[in-house]
Nanobody
């Protein structure tokens, strides 16, 4: 079993910064791509940022230049540095990771965390 735990959310004013963390634990052989998603009330969940096992990154247009995704493979942890936060960034932020758990299988299964609330308001 694999667990993903997000942390670092909170209530901040516009233009503030937050750094979210997502730590993976459990029966992990290797981790592939990791994504950050968010879901605001009444909206569909959307992808915010992604990072491959090799470190290549991709961002939603709405966060480019403000958010930075990074990973520490030794700690099985991914981070989302969020700068210049806006009220429209308010949402529950989730991480997902493709994880290989079986020695005799090359299949990567996607796991999700429970989410962390980010609220941006004056």
């Amino acid at each position: 079993q694999v667990q993903l735990v997000e942390s670092g959310g909170g209530f901040v004013q516009p233009r503030a910064s937050l750094r979210l963390s997502c730590a993976a634990s459990g029966r992990i052989l290797s981790i592939g791509a990791i994504d950050w998603h968010r879901q605001a009330p009444g909206n569909q969940r959307e992808s915010v940022a992604a990072i491959t096992s090799g470190g290549s990154t991709n961002y939603a247009d709405s966060v480019k230049g403000r958010f930075t995704i990074s990973r520490d493979n030794a700690k099985n942890t991914v981070y989302l540095q969020m700068n210049s936060l806006k009220p429209e960034d308010t949402a529950v932020y989730y991480c997902s990771a493709a994880v290989r758990t079986r020695v005799l299988s090359s299949v990567y299964q996607k796991y999700w965390g429970q989410g962390t609330q980010v609220t941006v308001s004056s």
